[in-house]
Every structure is written in C-alpha cells, then in structure tokens.
C-alpha cells in the first residue's frame, strides 16, 4: 500500500512529511469538517487517528474517517493527462483544453460553456475556478453538486437573513435541551456530532426529536420519533408556528425590533393549524401537539435539518418554516437554539463562501446587485463580470443536452451517477462535442471525457476547506501526488494562462489564492455582508501553512474570540433594513397518485459509504457492512408485490430500472420505498437509484427533489443466484444482476441471471482466471454439483493456495458472506476445510463471525449474540466485551436491536 516512488509504475512519491510524524489535516468526507492526524509509516502505509485539538471533532472519528489509510491505494487512479482516450503531455492537454473553451466562446459565446464542480474541491480551487468563469469568460454557468444537498438551505438563509448565514456553532448540540433532527439521519451521516449529542443526552438529559418517514439510527436513539408523510414538513412547522402564537410564545421585543412579515407567515400557518398537520403528516394530532408543547416549552432548543428537508421540490419552503418559528420566538443564534443546517460535503460551504453556484458573484455578494458586481470586477481587473445568474445543475444538464453548452469541464464529481435522470445526463454527456474531466479516478463520467486530468487527491492536495458550523480548516499534504497528478487550482490557472489571462491566475500557491480570497471577502465590506475573512487576508505562507481551525466572520478589525462564534442573537441581519423576513409558506398541493407507479422511492446514504464510492469503496471494512444495493420495503408492500425478504427486485420510473436486494423491514413507512445512492456501474450492474428519480426542481432553489419520486416494484425473475470470493478482480461480468466489493485479500461477488447457465464450470473458470477449463494448467478446480436441485458449487486453487470460490443456487445463496470472505486470509487450506469452503459452513476451527456490525472494529452479529449470551446485558456491557459500539458509535443502533432480539427469548422463558 503505497509503496514505491516510479511514477510510471503509479506509486506515490515519499511522504511529504518525514516518516512517523503526524500532518493535521482536516477528514474528505461529510460537513462535519473533523480534524485528522495522518502519519505515514516508513513501509508507505498511512496511520490515521482524531485530532485531539480539531474543536469539531475533539479526537473523535467515524468509521469512515477511521478507515481513510485503506482508500489511499491506486488502483484505477489517473496518473496521467489523455486526449481520447490517448496518454498526453500536460502541455498538449492543457492547450486543448482552452483552445477549445476559447473557440467556442467565440462562436457561440460566453454561455455555450460551463464548469460543473463539487464539494470536494477545496476553497483555493473553487475560488479560481469561479474567477474565471465570471469574471473573465464573462458567464456564471459554474454550477456544483452541493446544488444537489444543500442550494434549499442557502435559499432560505438568504431569504429570511439577507445572506447564507448558518448562525449557531456545533457546541449548541451539547448546549441545547432539546434537539429535533428533521430529514437527517445524523447517527450515520454525521456520526461525530450524534456522538456528541448523544454524549449531552446521557449527561444531561438532552432531550432528542426524529423527525423523519423512515426509522434508523437516529431515531433509535430519540424521545420522540415522528415518521412523518413524505415532503410533509411545511405544514408540520406551519402547525408548530400557530401553535406558538395561539399559546403566547412570540418573543414581541424581537419581532418587533429585528424582523418583518411575521403576519403573512402567521396567516398561511393559522390557514394549516395543528388539523392540517395531522392531515399533512399522517400523525395523531394528540402526538403532533405533544412534539408542539414540547418545542414551545423548551427556550434552548436547536433544529437540525438536513437532505430530507433540502432534496425536495419545496426543499426552500421547508427551511423557511423552520427558521419562521426561531425568529418567532427569538431563538436564533442563542447558545443551545437556532436552526442549524448540516452539510454533507467537506466544502460546501466554502463553495458557497467563494460564489461557486451559478445564482451566486462572489465573497456572499449578489448578481443581481450592480454595485457588488462592479466591486468584484474592480478587485479582479477583470475584462468582464457576469451580470446574470447562470444554469444550475439540472438545467445545465438539459442544456448539454440540447446542444446550447458545447463545452463542459467536470471536477471532481460524477454526474453521470449523481444526477436525477442520470441516463438522461449520460446521454448528454456522450453526445457533448467537448467534455473535460479533472478527477482522481475513473468513474461512470470520466467515461465520455474527451480530455482527462489527473488531480491531486486528499492526502496529496494542499487548502482549506470550511465545516457546517463556518469554520475553516486546513487540509495538508503528506503525500506526493503520484504520477503526473497536479492540484485543482493549478490546473484551472494553467488553462487559464492560455486562454490569455495570465497575469490574473500568476499565483505561486495556494496560500497566495487564499490570500486573495479573504482579501475580496473584505474589499469594501462594511458590515454589510455576513461574510468578512480579511482578518487573514495577511497570512503569510507559514502562517497558512500553521493556522488552526477559525471561525468566520474574522474581519481585520475583530479580535479573535474565546468561543464559539453566533450571530443573529441581537438582531443584525444582512437584509438592506437589517431586519429578517419571516415568509408565508403556504401548504403545496397533494401530489397526484400515478396507479402505475404506486411507490413513493426515498434515496440517501448508508452508514459506511460516500458518494458514490470513489473513496470508501477501497476499503474492505466499509464494503462490507452493506456490500449491494439494497432496497427497504414494508412488508405490507412487500406481501402486496410478492416481494420476499433477501430476494431480488426491479425497481421502475419512468425514467429507468434499478436492480437490488429487497430488505423487508417495518422500519420503512408503508408505501414508500428506500434504496442508497452510492452504486455505480463500477459496483454494480443497474444499480444507480439516480437512474429512477425525477429531475423536478425547487422553484426557488433549484435543488431537485431526489426522495419523492414515483417507483413500482416487482421480483427479479432469475434463473440462478451465486456468490462469490475471488482472489482478483473478475475481468467479465456479463451477468444480468452482479455487485461486487472490496474484501481482505480479495473480492466479494453477488450475481444472479435470467437464463440459465449451459456450464456453471466454465462460468466459475472464467471467473476465477477469465479462462476456459483447462485453460490454466497450474489451477486445481473443486466442485460438487446437484443438479436436480440447482446447486453448484466449485473452488480453485494454485499451488495450494485459494484462487476463489463460488455457489450458486436456484434462489438467493445460504451462505455466510462473512466467514466465506475470511477465507480469503487463509493460508494453503487442505483437506477438511476444502471440503468445508465447498459445503459454505463453518466449524468451531473457523468460527462464523456474522453479518458485520462494527466496522470500526470488524465485530459480527454473531460475536455480539454471543457475548449477549454470555452476560453482556447493555449496548455499553457489549462494548466492554467485544469493542462494538466504542469508537464512532454508529453501530450502536443495530447493537441494541441484537440485544433486544437476543433478550426477548429470554424473557419468555
């Protein structure tokens, strides 16, 4: 792992930082923007540990962050520039690149091109990049992913305050006496701040409210859970807010001196009250107005939101609606009260800092405002400034589509998968006259790249990043880039050089980039805009290079503070009055029910994977928690569609198919569906969710409503289903329905197909070896077959040692995933234990540790029934005994549903 410096072998050049020596940097993955020690071990591992000191994590880690070390390998890493498909010089690609954007801006003008970036960028990169296209292409067709997470919260910030302000800091979780958690699953997408949460719950009785359609980890670990009706959360806090002003709650010397409007936004919640809510929810009213007394009768209270209220067609009316009823009764920017906005990636919020949205200038200043953009112009000396809003993510797709962009650069993001109606952007994608791609691996986008540029990854990249709670943080290098990788921001200043802007994009380094970047946040900002980083407009390089986590806003003239930095407590909002708006958010019409398509389908994120598994599909620990798409169903649905619980289904939209396996759980609402978003056609065949869902959009926002739309659902006919382990990656998967993972040692494979197999041998050879029989003189070929009852099972071996093994039966495989992987470790197996791997059962010698659980700790659902069984009668007890449950707490949850499946025999007896 990480061995070697021969950049034409791909391997990463010695640790930028001397052996055995930490580098603080700040983790790739969620918004929490927790802190890292990284320190790379003179065999070219890398140990990964919390930064003690980092004030949003304090030393701790997920089991994401804590596998980082396992994803730092390069396989299927771009080393090199391509130009059609063709390994190039970096010169030639760069020089095609911006002869072809100058060309066709020529031609078609500025708005024929367009960037499309991401959240994995850090700040440096994104604020070049933004330059660039609005201030010397003279377009704000610059769009991000993080328009896909978060674009409904910075739409009713800017609404309500004047500017895309999150006003409290992490601290309040702990601060607060209640906390509601709407649309956000925040025990596994944001483990480290539910570790905190939970922390404050146990030691002082912080009470929690879920609020969302599905139970899950979250909500298991609540007071209240309220499994609302999906998109319903509009008029559930319309019915909160009548509910305070019917019961006296307003805070009168706050409306009355820091806000306006509160009276529309009253009428249209009066219009719902608390019979509408109920109505809207499908939850009792007796339990909808005990969650309303407790809200009201609760001063520190913190509502957190995430994508179950950002990814929805009325994604900005549902933020409106929350912070309606934080302005109504003053708690806003208090310690312990506020809404509070979680992100999902690194640097969305740095993005949204820099302008890197198409509705955005730059440094929080408006498009729409001629003084903002004749200030930025100024500042930049640029030839032109984009004086209209640009094309947001789903309308730059369709744009691509129809011919109007004709030239796209892609980073570091992968659209081809994240996007809704993602065949439809392949299809864009494939017939772009011109596609560029900077990225770090090759994925389902990198594909259609005309031009392919290798970027520099986390761990060998070099800026800051800022967390959900505006806090910046560096990100540091302890790697060398292999191969030919470069930075971001150094790639985008090259082209921009050729294109003639040379003396604009001269920079030296990132910390020159910063340094302009925090100096643009403060030119002619006097105080009034929210977003002011001048105070570090001055850094020098070592400066940069050691500053610790702040805070923004750090004008130059405020001195630094002691703790966490709130705004909004005494008014003071970014509007041209510097007062907030309340806004009317009036309930939208019920969605009209389509009898062909009679389910509602929910997307998000499971407990260990990101994205779509460019990173944490490296690592065998993540994969193996969840290692295939997955689709919840409540049995009532299930029964309803003849659907059986670990049998696969087929997933149908009016926009595409989805194959996975059917999880039957009552923790899924009845009439809704869930499935994750992470599988890709490089893990699976037919396993992209974004594939089913609707491109429709926020009016406001123009964030697309990825949980709301219209699926049907029936069996997947197969002929025969198989698993299988495998010492190296299968060169073919011809199969109708395979998902395959990272394992120890090797590779894990599902797979099923509708027509049944001539010869399951050859089917085996070929994935062992990608060879007839026979073909491999040296392979030894183990088999046992019943072919009256379909079950076939076959295992190689070369020079004693486990090529692969393989199942297959008529209906889903009985065989423990988790002891049949460990047999991957195992050295020259004989005998016995051949015949064991072939009958797929463990023995004492071989003990069965049971579907994963822990990741952190690789402890099975089996290793935590048994130490239950041995006396361990508490999630705590367990962890005491087997680790589970101790480091990242994520897997606390399923801990808990073990003991409480494990204790009720028990409590029969």
């Not at 498909?85 to 002869?99: I, K, N, P």
């Not at 319309?238 to 009276?263: F, V």
């Not at 071996?797 to 992987?821: K, N, Q």
């Amino acid at each position: 792992m990480l061995a070697g410096d021969d950049t034409q072998s791909g391997g990463h050049g010695p640790g930028l930082a001397p052996a055995n020596a930490g580098v603080k940097t700040a983790c790739p993955y969620c918004g929490v923007g927790c802190g890292i020690v990284a320190t790379p071990r003179p065999d070219g591992a890398v140990d990964i540990g919390g930064d003690a000191e980092h004030p949003a994590n304090f030393g701790r880690l997920c089991s994401k962050g804590s596998a980082l070390g396992e994803t730092l390998d390069l396989d299927d890493r771009l080393l090199v520039p391509e130009i059609d498909g063709q390994r190039a010089s970096w010169d030639a690609a760069l020089a095609r690149v911006a002869e072809t954007f100058s060309a066709t801006i020529a031609a078609h003008g500025p708005d024929s091109v367009a960037l499309y970036v991401s959240g994995q960028l850090l700040t440096e990169d994104y604020y070049v990049a933004n330059k660039l296209m609005k201030g010397f292409v003279g377009s704000a067709n610059i769009d991000t992913n993080s328009r896909l997470c978060m674009a409904s919260s910075v739409a009713g910030h800017v609404r309500a305050f004047g500017s895309d302000t999150v006003p409290g800091a992490y601290e309040d979780l702990e601060t607060a006496d209640l906390v509601v958690l709407v649309g956000s699953n925040l025990a596994w997408c944001h483990p480290v701040l539910f570790q905190r949460l939970a922390a404050a719950k146990a030691g002082r009785g912080t009470r929690i409210v879920t609020i969302d359609p599905r139970a899950t980890a979250s909500s298991e670990a609540s007071d209240l859970h309220l499994a609302v009706a999906p998109d319903s959360d509009v008029a559930l806090f319309a019915g909160l807010l009548d509910h305070l002003e019917r019961e006296g709650c307003a805070d009168r010397a706050y409306i009355e001196a820091h806000t306006r409007d509160a009276e529309p936004a009253l009428a249209a919640a009066r219009a719902c009250g608390l019979a509408g809510a109920a109505a809207a929810t499908g939850i009792d009213e007796h339990r909808l107005a005990a969650f309303y007394r407790l809200w009201a009768g609760t001063p520190r209270v913190v509502t957190v939101y995430s994508q179950g209220v950002n990814q929805s067609v009325v994604g900005t009316d549902k933020v409106s609606a929350i912070i309606n009823c934080h302005l109504f009764t003053g708690r806003i920017g208090r310690a312990g009260a506020g809404p509070f906005s979680v992100t999902g990636q690194p640097n969305a919020m740095g993005g949204r800092e820099v302008g890197g949205l198409a509705n955005m200038l730059a440094a929080h200043m408006s498009l729409a405002d001629p003084g903002h953009r004749d200030l930025v112009q100024r500042f930049w000396r640029s030839p032109v400034i984009a004086d209209r809003p640009g094309l947001k993510a789903v309308d730059m797709f369709r744009a691509v589509a129809d011919g109007r962009i004709k030239a796209l650069w892609i980073m570091s993001t992968n659209p081809a998968d994240s996007l809704p109606k993602a065949d439809a952007a392949v299809a864009a994608l494939a017939n772009c006259p011109f596609v560029v791609v900077s990225d770090i691996v090759r994925t389902d986008t990198t594909r259609h790249a005309h031009v392919l540029l290798p970027a520099a990854g986390w761990g060998e990249k070099s800026g800051t990043v800022t967390n959900s709670e505006r806090r910046i943080s560096r990100q540091r290098a302890f790697l060398a880039p292999p191969g030919e990788a470069r930075a971001d921001w150094r790639i985008i200043c090259d082209v921009a050089a050729r294109m003639g802007f040379a003396e604009a994009f001269a920079f030296a380094s990132e910390a020159e980039v910063f340094r302009e970047h925090a100096a643009l946040s403060a030119h002619g900002n006097d105080g009034s805009r929210d977003f002011d980083i001048g105070g570090l407009a001055d850094l020098g390089d070592a400066a940069y290079a050691d500053l610790a986590p702040v805070q923004w806003p750090r004008a130059r003239t405020t001195a630094a503070p002691e703790g966490p930095i709130r705004l909004f407590a005494d008014g003071g909002f970014f509007t041209a009055d510097r007062r907030a708006r309340f806004v009317a958010t009036p309930l939208a019409p019920a969605r009209a029910a389509d009898p062909r398509f009679p389910l509602i389908l929910n997307t998000g994120r499971i407990r260990d994977q990101w994205h779509t598994m460019t990173r944490t599909g490296k690592s065998p620990r993540l994969m193996g928690h969840l290692a295939e798409p997955l689709c919840e169903i409540h049995p009532a649905d299930a029964a309803a569609h003849a659907i059986a619980t670990a049998s696969l289904v087929q997933l149908e939209s009016p926009h595409g198919t989805m194959l996975a396996r059917a999880l039957v759980t009552e923790r899924q609402r009845r009439g809704s569906v869930f499935a994750a978003m992470h599988w890709t056609d490089q893990f699976a065949a037919k396993g992209r969710v974004d594939a089913l869902v609707d491109d429709a959009v926020d009016p406001v926002s123009g964030q697309p409503g990825l949980k709301g739309s219209a699926v049907r659902i029936q069996p997947f006919a197969a002929a025969w289903h198989g698993f299988a382990i495998l010492r190296e990656r299968p060169r073919r998967l011809g199969f109708a329905y395979w998902a395959l993972a990272k394992a120890v040692g090797g590779w894990r494979l599902e797979l099923a197909d509708t027509a049944a197999a001539d010869d399951f041998a050859a089917l085996a050879s070929d994935l062992f070896t990608g060879e007839e029989p026979g073909g491999d003189a040296l392979l030894e070929l183990l088999s046992y077959r019943d072919r009256r009852h379909g079950h076939h099972r076959f295992a190689a071996f070369r020079d004693g040692d486990l090529v692969g093994a393989i199942w297959i039966a008529p209906g889903p495989v009985a065989v423990s995933r988790a002891w049949a992987v460990e047999r991957l470790a195992e050295q020259a197996p004989t005998g016995a234990r051949r015949l064991r791997l072939l009958s797929g059962r463990a023995a004492a010698d071989q003990p069965d540790p049971g579907a994963l659980v822990c990741s952190c700790f690789s402890v099975g659902a089996n290793q935590i029934a048994a130490a239950i069984a041995e006396g361990a009668a508490s999630v705590e007890a367990v962890g005491a005994v087997v680790r589970a449950g101790t480091n990242c707490g994520s897997c606390r949850g399923e801990i808990g549903r073990i003991l409480a499946t494990q204790q009720l025999p028990a409590a029969a007896e």
